[in-house]
T-cell receptor, first 115, second 116 residues
Framework: AQSVTQLGSHVSVSEGALVLLRCNYSSSVPPYLFWYVQYPNQGLQLLLKYTTGATLVKGINGFEAEFKKSETSFHLTKPSAHMSDAAEYFCAVSDYGGSQGNLIFGKGTKLSVKP | GAVVSQHPSWVICKSGTSVKIECRSLDFQATTMFWYRQFPKQSLMLMATSNEGSKATYEQGVEKDKFLINHASLTLSTLTVTSAHPEDSSFYIC????????????FGNGTRLTVT
């Protein structure tokens, strides 16, 4: 069975500061990993994904994440936070590539950005 | 632009009535669609997998007679909440995989259901 743990339900940073959202996963097979962002009362938008190959994945809006198998982690980072980054972020894992199967989501981390 | 359209974006209904939510793939065919439910400040929980031309597959604990799913075409899946109760109030989101190219799921913008 697969699972996702997001450490910290709420993260607050200052504008311009580093953003670090933590995600650890559990999977018995090589995982496919995703980060999604959700704005209030909206669906989810894909930020980035890891399937195979390069472990450092770059996504939209300046976000990136690194797959570390030894640590079973897929933390999301952004060097400099913008006010527009304030949203809910979900880490997800799939063993079907995410394109044919469903995703297992973490509980989400709400990011607040202070001026 | 959006590739999955969900309608309505919000709906208020009275207890005992039924509500239908539509999920459409706009520029691709989706033989499979997924329906999620999201409670306030919680993650998305998969309710069921909608399969075009066949019965939906429901997750454990989801009442199939209450949450009716129909996937009548390759671009449309509907979720009907029957005899709605206040505890059914939630945010419902659909998603569809675009096959090929390794693309992940595309999500609708969700439907906020409030049952009074």
């Amino acid at each position: 069975a697969q699972s996702v743990t997001q450490l910290g339900s709420h993260v607050s940073v200052s504008e311009g500061a580093l953003v670090l959202l933590r995600c650890n996963y559990s999977s018995s097979v090589p995982p496919y990993l995703f980060w999604y962002v959700q704005y209030p009362n909206q669906g989810l938008q894909l930020l980035l994904k890891y399937t195979t190959g390069a472990t450092l994945v770059k996504g939209i809006n300046g976000f990136e994440a690194e797959f570390k198998k030894s640590e079973t982690s897929f933390h999301l980072t952004k060097p400099s936070a913008h006010m527009s980054d304030a949203a809910e972020y979900f880490c997800a894992v799939s063993d079907y590539g995410g394109s044919q199967g469903n995703l297992i989501f973490g509980k989400g981390t709400k990011l607040s950005v202070k001026p | 632009g959006a590739v999955v359209s969900q309608h309505p974006s919000w709906v208020i209904c009275k207890s005992g009535t039924s509500v239908k939510i539509e999920c459409r793939s706009l520029d691709f065919q989706a033989t499979t669609m997924f329906w999620y439910r999201q409670f306030p400040k919680q993650s998305l929980m998969l309710m069921a997998t909608s399969n075009e031309g066949s019965k939906a597959t429901y997750e454990q604990g989801v009442e199939k007679d209450k949450f009716l799913i129909n996937h009548a075409s390759l671009t449309l899946s509907t979720l009907t909440v029957t005899s709605a109760h206040p505890e059914d109030s939630s945010f419902y989101i659909c998603s569809a995989p675009r096959t090929g190219g390794g693309s992940p799921l595309h999500f609708g913008n969700g439907t906020r259901l409030t049952v009074t």
